[in-house]
């Protein structure tokens, strides 16, 4: 997977993607979520516990592996580059 940070044109990395339940995770998610967006603070699409207890939502962990090659450009429905570095 390619994840940019903020935009299309910001900085990015290939990552891997992968449910978690931790707890830890989802109480990190629980706890940082409001602080992020507006919406939650309002108290309107908030997550809670209770929500990754029972299943209605998952945390995701995402995991960088490398930088994007240089000069990459991606285009909807382009594949991610290979893990492999070239030399």
Avoid: C, N
């Avoid at 309107?44 to 995701?60: E, N, Y």
């Avoid at 240089?70 to 580059?81: D, E, H, M, R, W």
Wanted: aromatic share 6%; glycine share 6%.
């Amino acid at each position: 997977m390619i994840v940019w940070i903020g935009k299309m044109q910001a900085p990015a990395f290939i990552s891997k993607a992968e449910i978690t339940k931790d707890p830890t995770v989802s109480h990190q998610i629980v706890e940082d979520f409001p602080k992020r967006y507006l919406m939650a603070r309002l108290g309107l699409h908030t997550p809670t516990q209770a929500m990754f207890d029972q299943g209605k939502i998952l945390a995701i962990v995402i995991t960088p592996l490398r930088d994007l090659p240089a000069g990459f450009k991606s285009q909807p429905g382009t594949p991610a580059p290979g893990l492999e570095r070239k030399p």
